[in-house]
């Protein structure tokens, strides 16, 4: 089974692309590099392509290789900025879906799994959230994310399409050998940006201790971006054995803290972390954690690392690599 993943030389896809290799799976990827690494995924068959403005070598791609089915992760993926300047998300995230399910639909390749964001939902009306609840994005990431789902429905129902959505907020942690991790241009990531401060001996601005919460600091789910990609491999799989069309929540069932996740990398690391409150980012839900038992029943997956483990992995790169990948 031959399957494209693009933005494959991406955080999340460096690891998903090792996972399917491992899973069995013959991997192409397609990815513009403008946030991913080719040090990441060095050995691999990369393909330089940008599906907002290389059609041409998008459909190049679709006749030589017989794909089997697609991962789309190729995307903006920075909320703070998609505020700032929604016309490069829309631009960016819609464009390259459009391009690509055109460019499957005239090859028909049937299958893709999208990774989605549980952005979708906005600020909920209960939680833990549950797939068919009501979606209202806060940021324009988000509507993005939810755009592009509303496109996989109505090309089912044109095309036949099969998909699957992979909907979750937070994905962290690095390789547990801490030979890959998480290095984007302008981290933004709790996680990460709260480890480098630590190991640079810098303050961490931490947005806002105002919100409706235990301890005032707002509420996420994390899932180890291992977990991440299990989850993924597993919706492909039921797709190519015939599974119909679905969405995922996919994270750990519960929530942590800022507080919280601040504590666990002082326990983690042994390093002080200096904390400044900052003002709230506009979008900002106070709780987000989704429920996963649709994604654990239907497809037999489990998370196996918590909070502690994924703090664990991503200390060991960012120690290991402060200067992340090799530029």
């Keep these: 089974m031959k399957v494209l993943v693009t933005g494959g030389a991406g955080y999340i896809g460096s690891f998903m692309v090792r996972h399917l290799k491992e899973s069995g799976f013959e991997v192409v990827i397609a990815d513009n590099l403008s946030s991913g690494h080719e040090d990441a995924v060095e050995g691999f068959n990369l393909q330089k392509i940008d599906l907002v403005y290389e059609k041409d070598k998008l459909d190049v791609l679709f006749a030589k290789e017989n794909f089997d089915g697609v991962i789309h992760m190729a995307s903006y993926i920075q909320m703070g900025e998609s505020f700032r300047n929604p016309g490069k998300y829309f631009h960016n995230n819609l464009i390259a879906a459009i391009n690509l399910l055109d460019c499957m639909n005239r090859f028909k390749v049937k299958n893709i799994i999208l990774s989605s964001s549980a952005g979708v939902y906005g600020n909920p009306a209960k939680l833990p959230i549950e797939e068919d609840d009501f979606k209202n994005p806060l940021n324009p990431y988000g509507e993005t994310k939810l755009m592009i789902e509303k496109m996989l429905f109505w090309h089912e ?29 302008e981290e933004s990531h709790l996680i990460p940006t709260i480890i480098k401060s630590a190991l640079k001996g810098e303050e961490f601005t931490m947005f806002g201790d105002d919100y409706k919460t235990p301890d005032g600091s707002c509420v996420r789910d994390y899932i180890h971006v291992l977990d991440l990609v299990a989850n993924h491999a597993l919706a492909l799989k039921a797709l190519l054995e015939g599974a119909p069309s679905n969405f995922y929540n996919a994270g750990i069932g519960k929530g942590y803290s800022n507080k919280e996740v601040i504590d666990m990398v002082e326990k983690v690391t042994g390093l002080k972390v200096k904390v400044k409150v900052g003002p709230r980012r506009e979008g900002d839900a106070d709780a987000l954690y989704a429920s996963n038992e649709k994604i654990k029943k239907d497809l037999n997956w489990e998370p196996k690392y918590g909070l502690k483990e994924i703090v664990e992995s991503a200390y060991l790169w960012h120690k290991n690599h402060p200067e992340g990948y090799q530029k």
């Design 157 to 185: 129902k044109a095309h036949g399409l099969k998909f699957a959505s992979i909907r979750y907020f937070n994905a962290a942690g690095g390789a547990l050998d801490g030979s890959i991790g998480e290095d984007h241009p």
